[in-house]
């Protein structure tokens, strides 16, 4: 374990379904960062909390949505995805979003849209 | 725009040495930072360059030139256990942008 947990490691969806990925973090981080990870495609950075406000929303569709209800929680619900939104997605915090320290990374959520 | 090179795949055998570059165009340019990826798992922070010059950590060293906008990862007397993805990432102002990545084999 990173001290990142994401929460389901794997998560298969219909194009009509809603779901949601989680992330929790007890670093004592105060920013948290949603990443989706493609085959041969960098870490594309979705969003960026720092101190639970939204700092950054790097041009995301709105199927797509955020919440980060306190400094240790991170959630991205779901809906209406496409299967080209299958990927993995990355969940890291830090502890001031100027990240020279490092961010820590979770493992991620496998996540397959059929 | 904001680009990062580096190579796609580098393959050695155990106790080499292998220099991974990456090279970048960005603005607001704050540092250079090193992640491994196994097949798998997290990414997990290597290194962290903010000035010129090299950085060791172990095994492990990480070098920044600004002018050239260049920086590489050196791993030395490699194991099997090397054996992972690689990313370079810039820090710019207030957040992380990844290179495609450099999947490094190590073969016996």
């Known amino acids: 374990e990173t001290g990142v947990t994401q929460t389901p490691r794997h998560l298969v969806m219909g194009m009509t379904n809603k779901k949601s990925l989680k992330c929790e973090q007890h670093?004592?981080?105060?920013?948290m960062y949603w990443y989706k990870q493609s085959a041969k495609k960098p870490l594309e950075l979705m969003f960026v909390?720092?101190?639970?406000?939204?700092?950054e929303n790097n041009s995301v569709p709105s199927r797509f949505s955020p919440e980060c209800p306190n400094s240790s929680h991170l959630f991205l619900h779901l809906h209406t995805l496409q299967p080209e939104d299958s990927a993995l997605y990355l969940c890291?915090?830090?502890?001031?979003?100027?990240?020279?320290?490092?961010?820590?990374f979770g493992s991620g959520t496998r996540l397959t849209v059929v | 725009g904001q680009s990062l090179e580096q190579p796609s795949e580098v393959t050695a055998v155990e106790g080499a040495i292998v220099q991974i570059n990456c090279t970048y165009q960005?603005?607001?340019?704050?540092?250079l930072s090193w992640y491994q990826q196994h097949d798998g798992g997290a990414p997990t922070f290597l290194s962290y360059?903010?000035?010129?010059g090299l950085e060791e950590t172990g095994r492990f060293s990480s070098f920044l030139s600004r002018s050239d906008s260049y920086g590489y990862l050196l791993l030395q007397e490699l194991q099997m256990k090397d054996s992972a993805s690689y990313f370079c990432?810039?820090?710019?102002?207030?957040?992380?942008?990844f290179g495609t990545g450099t999947r490094l084999q190590v073969f016996p």
């Open positions: 890291a915090s830090s502890p001031s979003p100027q990240g020279a320290v490092g961010y820590t």
């Open positions: 670093l004592g981080h105060n920013a």
């Open positions: 909390y720092s101190l639970e406000e939204r700092v």
């Open positions: 960005t603005s607001g340019f704050y540092g």
């Open positions: 360059n903010g000035l010129d």
């Open positions: 990432a810039v820090i710019n102002t207030d957040k992380l942008i």
